[in-house]
């Protein structure tokens, strides 16, 4: 028989871990994780270079620093998996008259996400910069492993609710503080590889860049994963030491 109090945290508990789940799977399928204002590209003497910069971004090789001045020339956003750039829909960029804006997006794929990155981007001769490396591969595999322990909470929730037991719930709590600990280490390592690549790339002169809302929706979900563990392990180490007492009351 579990007490009522115990019910209420574990629901409680899966709601909040259900949110972080969603917002998290969110963050991660969506681009908007850093974007940059450009200024307006219609009306400017180098519309054929930024042209050029688009179709290279679009078909050309893989190569950070052509997609990454790209990115602050174009208005750009960039996630985990996409990177985009806003272009007229109608490509008549050398037109004053207001035009509809679209994103055009490429994807990262798994073999570009482990690419190394070099101390001065696009020159491959300046040596391997192994920080920036890792940063990156980090926060490609950290939310997968973040969702990957929460699938397996889940399937371990599910076994404890078919053999009516409340014994996997600490260790169902332990795998759910471990996904916000990803999650909030992926948020890090995503700014902190952002910032070191402003470093070795300067924004041109006008563009900003900001963080969007993809991350804030990973930065939400960190804590309420976290809010999860420590319902679900109250739970478990409450239930347990009543079952321990009320064992002990009837021996005696």
């Given amino acids: 028989m579990v007490d009522n109090r115990y019910a209420t945290a574990l629901v409680i ?13 969110v963050a991660v399928g969506t681009q908007h994780w850093y974007q940059y204002s450009s200024p307006t590209v219609r009306g400017e003497a180098n519309v054929s270079e930024l042209h050029t910069m688009y179709e290279e971004f679009m078909d050309g090789e893989f190569d950070e620093k052509t997609y990454s001045d790209t990115l602050f020339r174009l ?3 960039v996630g985990l998996w996409w990177r985009c750039v806003l272009v007229p829909a109608n490509q008549h960029w050398n037109k004053e008259t207001d035009s509809k804006m679209m994103l055009e997006c490429r994807s990262f794929t798994p073999s570009q996400q482990f690419t190394p990155k070099y101390k001065e981007p696009g020159n491959h001769n300046s040596g391997e910069d ?7 591969r980090s926060q490609f595999l950290l939310p997968l492993v973040s969702l990957s322990l929460v699938v397996l909470a889940g399937l371990t929730g599910f076994c404890a609710c078919l053999c009516r037991s409340l014994t996997p719930t600490l260790g169902i709590g332990v795998l759910h503080l471990l996904a916000g600990l990803c999650t909030l280490a992926t948020v890090c390592c995503y700014l902190a590889g952002m910032d070191l690549l402003h470093r070795v ?3 041109p002169d006008k563009v900003d860049g900001s963080l969007g809302w993809s991350l804030y929706l990973a930065l939400i979900s960190s804590p309420l994963h976290m809010m999860a563990a420590a319902l679900l392990v109250w739970a ?15 021996v005696a």
């Fill in 201 to 203: 790339s300067m924004l």
């Fill in 13 to 25: 508990a899966c709601v909040l871990s259900i949110l972080a789940t969603v917002y998290l799977s």
């Fill in 236 to 250: 478990a180490r409450s239930h347990s030491q009543n079952y321990y007492r009320m064992s002990a009351y009837r």
């Fill in 75 to 77: 208005n750009g956003t």
């Fill in 130 to 136: 192994m920080l920036r490396t890792y940063l990156w």
